[in-house]
């Protein structure tokens, strides 16, 4: 469906077409002119009656209907194409939600189609609508207002699993036993997720900072996509750092749970050696031999209680002294 078409010229928007025949007829043959049309989920017929009014290449736009493409940069003919993945957390309990969004540039027209957890660009349209010099580049700023809104909320995640790998960090090392693997292989599985969605991005952007792309041919443009590029590979390069250090914190805590049994193995030998003495003792005299001399003495029961209290005691001073206990 349509969620939104704007018509702009010299950094303002001048018209609000309803449909893109309406849109097409607005835009006229004025060169300074162009128009973005925002679409979420479209059907087939929708995204078909927008490549047939804008000219979209048939293999452009089945990459956007289908979706689930990888971020890339691709130009056909005058038309440059860019697949961009969205990354949003609601929760540190919840999963990662990952959508798409497909962006068509042309001279005087954008064309994004949203899919799935995709974030909503009217922020990224009314952004830009108040920065009337940058939208005055046409299109171009079109396509860095929602990168940068893209990338921003990477940069919220990354904010949001840094501050988990802390609370994991914390409670792996605190003096309680905890039971952390689970909790950290899911924020492995988080890293790895973001890293397939984000990473790509920093090379395909790399084009259209350095001015390779005949699309983009303004000048003054460039430095905006190579501010997002370099935070694209910064938050990329910090994601990575926070998995390596989730790998090291995954190797503690299973070292830790080890020395835990290991100590819990000592203290059970340790009672179980204490309480062989009382059992020794009771087993012996609990024969019924008719010739046991202690049997008949009168102290017998009272000094067999003592010997096993004796060795009792030294043998907890000594795992107590040893760490055992």
């Known amino acids: 469906m349509i969620v939104d078409c704007g018509i702009y010229r ?70 440059l194409f860019v697949a961009l993945k969205t990354v949003t957390w609601p929760s540190v309990s ?14 005087r027209f954008v064309v994004t189609v949203r899919h799935g957890e995709s974030l909503d660009l009217q922020e990224a349209r009314h952004k830009l609508e108040h920065r009337t010099s940058l939208l005055g580049h046409g299109p171009a700023a079109v396509l860095y207002a929602i990168c940068d ?12 699993l840094d501050s988990a790998v802390d609370d994991i960090e914390q409670s792996v090392f605190s ?21 397939k969605a984000v990473r790509p991005l920093s090379g395909e952007l790399a084009p259209i900072a350095a001015g390779r792309v005949e699309a983009i041919k303004d000048a003054k443009v460039r430095p905006f996509f190579r501010n997002v590029a370099d935070h694209v590979l910064r938050l990329s390069e910090q994601v990575d750092s926070l998995d390596d250090l989730l790998s090291s914190v995954l190797s503690a805590h299973l070292a830790r749970v080890g020395v835990q049994q290991n100590d819990d193995m ?27 001399p202690e049997l008949n003495w009168t ?22 002294r040893a760490g055992w206990l």
């Open 149 to 160: 809104q893209v990338v921003d909320r990477y940069a919220d995640v990354v904010d949001q």
């Open 10 to 79: 010299a950094g303002h928007r001048i018209g609000s077409p309803s449909d893109i025949d309406a849109a097409v007829e607005e835009l006229g043959t004025r060169e300074d002119t162009f128009c973005w049309l925002g679409l979420k989920e479209p059907s087939e017929d929708e995204l078909n009656d927008a490549a047939q009014a804008f000219g979209l290449h048939p293999l452009a736009v089945e990459d956007a209907f289908k979706a689930h493409q990888r971020p890339k940069v691709e130009v056909y003919g005058e038309v």
């Open 94 to 107: 919840s999963a990662l939600r990952i959508g798409e969004i497909n962006i068509f540039v042309g001279r």
């Open 175 to 195: 003096s309680e036993r905890t039971s952390d693997a689970e909790a950290t292989y899911r924020l492995k599985r988080h890293a790895v997720a973001f890293r």
């Open 266 to 292: 000592r203290r059970i030998s340790a009672w179980v050696a204490i309480a062989a003495v009382p059992t020794l003792l009771a087993g012996i005299y609990g024969m019924n031999f008719r010739n046991m």
């Open 299 to 320: 102290w017998g029961y009272f000094g067999l209680l003592g010997i096993m209290a004796v060795f009792c005691l030294l043998l907890y001073r000594g795992f107590k």
